[in-house]
């Protein structure tokens, strides 16, 4: 069965620093679809970036990354220079299969930006 | 630019009471769905739809009912409330196999 692992309930960072929120995932398809979410305190689910399974190269969204390792099925959300902004609830989802529309979530890292 | 707009934010109901919660979304979005969040999970999929006219199981259906009578308007029904229907709701359409974009959320209580 499909499934989104974030090992890490909370993560610390400076601002300016980079930070790497980690996610794991297992599917037996070939083709799915990786996405990173953010919840900041006031509740709504703000979409990041996206990186299809055949994708070549990582995804990029501004500060944004998305380390794409497949072979390892992990799929890391890099933030560059952290604002105080960032400071939310981070979450993974995965598309399952290549024409299916529902996606699972990982239950999420809270992310704290302190100056 | 409203994108997808949930009503209400917040909702009080006693345990056996009926409810809906609306979702509307001006994307022209064909697929739209509902999930429900608990403290320390991820969001879970409720019912969504693929099109006017249809809806499906998800992960969770049990206790709620949907209607897609209107592209545009997607509505989760609970006939009758319990308390482990307290939760934070959300919607989300997407244009096919796509990003799904979300609503605010609905933060229902049951007493």
């Known amino acids: 069965a499909q499934k989104i692992t974030q090992t890490q309930p909370g993560m610390f960072v400076q601002e300016k620093e980079a930070v790497t929120l980690d996610c794991t995932y297992d599917t037996s398809d070939q083709s799915y679809g990786l996405f990173w979410y953010k919840q900041p305190s006031s509740g709504e689910m703000i979409f990041l970036i996206y990186?299809?399974?055949?994708?070549?190269q990582n995804a990029t969204e501004g500060r944004y990354s998305l380390n794409f390792q497949k072979a390892r099925k992990s799929a890391n959300l890099v933030i560059s220079a952290s604002q105080l902004g960032d400071s939310a609830m981070y979450f993974c989802?995965?598309?399952?299969?290549?024409?299916?529309?529902?996606?699972?979530f990982g239950t999420g890292t809270r992310l704290q930006v302190f100056p | 630019n409203a994108g997808v707009t949930q009503t209400p934010k917040f909702r009080v109901l006693k345990t056996g009471q009926s409810m809906t919660l609306l979702c509307a979304q001006d994307?022209?979005?064909?697929?739209m769905y509902w999930y429900r969040q608990d403290p320390g999970m991820g969001l879970r999929l409720i019912h969504y739809s693929v099109g006017e006219g249809t809806t499906a199981k998800g992960e969770v259906p049990d206790g709620y009912n949907v209607s897609r009578l209107k592209k545009q308007n997607f509505l989760l029904g609970l006939e009758s409330a319990a308390p482990s229907q307290t939760s934070v709701y959300f919607c989300?359409?997407?244009?096919?196999?796509?990003?799904?974009?979300f609503g605010a959320g609905t933060r229902l209580s049951v007493l």
């Open positions: 989802a995965m598309r399952e299969g290549p024409n299916t529309d529902k996606l699972i």
């Open positions: 990186q299809g399974s055949y994708d070549e």
């Open positions: 994307m022209n979005h064909e697929y």
């Open positions: 989300a359409s997407s244009f096919w196999v796509n990003i799904q974009y």
